[in-house]
């Protein structure tokens, strides 16, 4: 069954391959009309507002903290109950080098803020905060699929991989719009969440 959605769609792939063309026809316009430039680095508003704009034509819940605890293989994310408090935390973490903003970025992915669009926007408001920052951003052309998604796997526990894989891929073309799409090429997706009841953590 497909997450409820405002296209009407029912079925699961037809809505993947619906999402992922609305979401990069939006990810461009956010790229080509500057929305981004005022808004700030490193922010849990920031991160909203990003999946709001690219999400906002398919989900209600665009933008919006998830209601429901979601896992991936076997890494439960924040469970619903501590999620803010989490964001909080996150929000306070620094980030002016690029170990911090890696740090940073780890923890938001173990957040997991949203329904559904977290890796898309979330990779964005990486670029974001690296691009304002250290003034580099991520070519995800050079960042090995297999590699990264263990690399993300294995980061909440230990998060020199990914460190390491993402420096390897840096890059001084941060107005380079081919660069940026990139990071929301499906082939990043993390796919297949199930949802867990907060009992179920005893």
Same mark, same amino acid.
């Given at each position: 069954?497909?997450?409820?959605?405002?296209?009407?769609?029912?079925?699961?792939?037809?809505?993947?391959?619906?999402?992922?063309?609305?979401?990069?026809?939006?990810?461009?316009?956010?790229?080509?009309?500057?929305?981004?430039?005022?808004?700030?680095?490193?922010?849990?508003?920031?991160?909203?507002?990003?999946?709001?704009?690219?999400?906002?034509?398919?989900?209600?819940?665009?933008?919006?903290?998830?209601?429901?605890?979601?896992?991936?293989?076997?890494?439960?994310?924040?469970?619903?109950?501590?999620?803010?408090?989490?964001?909080?935390?996150?929000?306070?973490?620094?980030?002016?080098?690029?170990?911090?903003?890696?740090?940073?970025?780890?923890?938001?992915?173990?957040?997991?803020?949203?329904?559904?669009?977290?890796?898309?926007?979330?990779?964005?408001?990486? #670029?974001? @905060?690296?691009?304002? %920052? +250290?003034?580099?951003?991520?070519?995800?052309?050079?960042?090995?699929? *297999?590699? $990264?998604?263990?690399?993300?796997?294995?980061?909440?526990?230990?998060?020199?991989?990914?460190?390491?894989?993402?420096?390897?891929?840096?890059? #001084?073309? @941060?107005?380079?719009? %081919? +660069?940026?799409?990139?990071?929301?090429?499906?082939?990043?997706?993390? *796919?297949? $969440?199930?949802?867990?009841?907060?009992?179920?953590?005893?």
């Amino acid at each position: 069954m497909a997450l409820n959605n405002k296209l009407g769609i029912l079925d699961s792939v037809e809505l993947a391959k619906a999402e992922e063309k609305i979401s990069k026809k939006k990810a461009k316009e956010l790229f080509e009309s500057g929305y981004l430039d005022n808004l700030e680095s490193g922010t849990y508003e920031t991160l909203s507002k990003v999946h709001q704009y690219l999400f906002e034509d398919i989900y209600e819940f665009a933008g919006k903290i998830r209601t429901v605890n979601l896992a991936k293989n076997n890494f439960r994310f924040a469970p619903v109950m501590y999620l803010q408090a989490a964001l909080e935390n996150i929000e306070k973490m620094p980030n002016t080098t690029f170990d911090e903003i890696i740090e940073k970025y780890v923890e938001m992915n173990a957040a997991h803020p949203f329904r559904e669009g977290n890796g898309r926007s979330t990779r964005i408001w990486l #670029d974001h @905060i690296l691009k304002n %920052e +250290i003034h580099l951003v991520i070519d995800w052309s050079q960042v090995d699929k *297999e590699d $990264y998604l263990l690399a993300m796997e294995r980061s909440p526990i230990k998060d020199t991989e990914i460190k390491h894989i993402l420096k390897l891929a840096l890059t #001084d073309k @941060i107005n380079d719009r %081919e +660069i940026y799409m990139k990071g929301i090429d499906h082939s990043y997706y993390y *796919e297949g $969440y199930t949802e867990y009841k907060t009992e179920e953590l005893d």
